[in-house]
């Protein structure tokens, strides 16, 4: 915990930005019946049945000292899945930097490994050598930044019935666009001295 409260004190760095990333699934729903629509007085009133037509997975990678995140609706959620959005984060969403502070759960597909599984030993070690990676601990997903950013995209996006893998592309796409606009920052304020005063109780005692 302490390793990631620390990673984020650091002042923005251009040339080593911290990314956070996680990932989400969400279920399409497709409507049985025609909705009825919003009317004056009268709210727009949907059929409580519906058709479960699978699941997306949504990649999320959030720099919250720039206010940027990407975003990118995909079928699956494998070790290749992975390693191909960190090759591209690497490659093209960050290509000038000389070093990316990767901060992330971890989830058994989120290694080193699994860019070994997708390419070849050469390419998985270059890409492995612009990566500076701090996992949050078991339990603490919370300090992710990236989840916090997904519980938002939940919040203001997906909230309803989304039929389909294309309705859900254009839909984050809109939200991400729009977000990425006016820049929203996170202002992370939960320090390394916060922590060992409100959690306290988490921390070994040592006897005298």
């Known amino acids: 915990m302490e390793d990631v409260l620390e990673v984020y004190q ?26 009825l629509s919003l009317k004056p007085g009268t709210p727009a009133r949907f059929d409580t049945e519906y058709e479960r037509n699978g699941t997306s997975n949504i990649f999320m990678f959030f720099e919250p000292l720039a206010g940027k995140r990407y975003t990118d609706v995909t079928d699956t959620r494998t070790a290749i899945d992975w390693a191909l959005q960190i090759q591209d984060m690497v490659d093209n969403k960050y290509s000038a930097a000389k070093c990316i502070t990767l901060v992330m759960d971890n ?43 997904l519980s938002i995209l939940s919040r203001q996006c997906m909230a309803r019935r989304i039929p389909d893998q294309i309705s859900m592309k ?17 202002n992370w304020q939960f320090t390394t001295d916060d922590a060992r005063i409100k959690l306290n109780k988490l921390y070994p005692t040592l006897e005298e």
């Open 10 to 35: 650091r002042p923005y760095n251009p040339e080593q930005p911290v990314v956070c990333m996680d990932e989400s699934s969400k279920q399409h729903l497709k409507e049985v019946r025609m909705p």
């Open 170 to 186: 254009k839909e984050v796409a809109a939200w991400q666009a729009e977000r990425n606009l006016n820049p929203k920052k996170m």
């Open 107 to 149: 989830l058994n597909t989120h290694m080193g490994g699994s860019l070994y599984k997708a390419f070849s030993p050469s390419e998985a070690q270059r890409i492995l050598s612009k990566l500076e990676i701090h996992y949050t601990p078991k339990h603490g997903s919370w300090l992710n930044m990236a989840e916090i950013e």
